[in-house]
Structure formats: structure tokens, C-alpha cells
């Protein structure tokens, strides 16, 4: 059984950097041909995916939050983690990890999810 865990600050402030880690057990994140993904949802809108770290270690984000975000992995941990920098209260989210699965690139497994709150 895979299951994936968020942990990170639940209050940040406006202009810092947000840091969010998710913890996997049951699978590596080196596994061939498998991704992870983190994923936010803001009170009353819909999902959107951030960015993804594929099993070599390559990573894609997304074009609106590329010059914001980084997401990178320790493999001893087996561990992905998010940062986004200068912060604002429109990144206030819940956020998840998932992991992709081909062939589809479905998200077929999800954390739990964190809420995550900017302000002073």
C-alpha cells in the first residue's frame, strides 16, 4: 500500500517561502517510470497541478508558478519536496502530493493534504 504524507508550516507570511515536504512509504520515488506530483487547491477553486519530479530525478512545472516553484526529492528519505517563494495570500491552499502512474499519468495514490494559510 503506498501512501504519501504532507508536513510542512501551516501559516506562512506574505513575501516568504512556503516548504512543504511529503514523506512516501510503500513505493520509491526512484521507481522506474513513476512521477510525483504536488497539487493545491484553493478555498472554492478547482486543482491545480504545480509541478512534477519524475523517477530520475527531471522535473516540470507549471508555467504560471515556474519562476515561484522548485520541487526536489531526497531519496534516502524517500521524500519530495515543494518550496514556492514569495508568497502571497492567493497561495493559500490545501496541498497535496500524488504520484503519477503510466501508462495514463493518473494520480492514483494522494496525501492526505495540508492547509496552508499566508498571512502576517
Known amino acids: 500500500q503506498v501512501q504519501l504524507t504532507e508536513s510542512g508550516p501551516g501559516l506562512v507570511k506574505p513575501s516568504q517561502t512556503l516548504s512543504l515536504k511529503c514523506t512516501v512509504s510503500?513505493?520509491?520515488?526512484?521507481?522506474?517510470?513513476?512521477?510525483w506530483t504536488w497539487i493545491r487547491q484553493p478555498p472554492g477553486k478547482g486543482l491545480e497541478c504545480m509541478g512534477v519530479?519524475?523517477?530520475?530525478?527531471?522535473?516540470y512545472y507549471s508555467p504560471s508558478l515556474k519562476s515561484r516553484t522548485s520541487i526536489s526529492r531526497d531519496t534516502s528519505k524517500n521524500q519530495i519536496s515543494l518550496h514556492l517563494s514569495s508568497v502571497t495570500p492567493d497561495d493559500a491552499a490545501v496541498y497535496y502530493c500524488?504520484?503519477?502512474?503510466?501508462?495514463?499519468?493518473?494520480?492514483?495514490?494522494w496525501g492526505q493534504g495540508t492547509q496552508v494559510t499566508v498571512s502576517s
Open positions: 500524488a504520484r503519477v502512474s503510466p501508462p495514463l499519468a493518473s494520480y492514483d495514490y
Open positions: 519530479i519524475a523517477y530520475d530525478g527531471s522535473t
Open positions: 510503500g513505493d520509491s520515488i526512484t521507481t522506474s517510470f513513476y512521477a
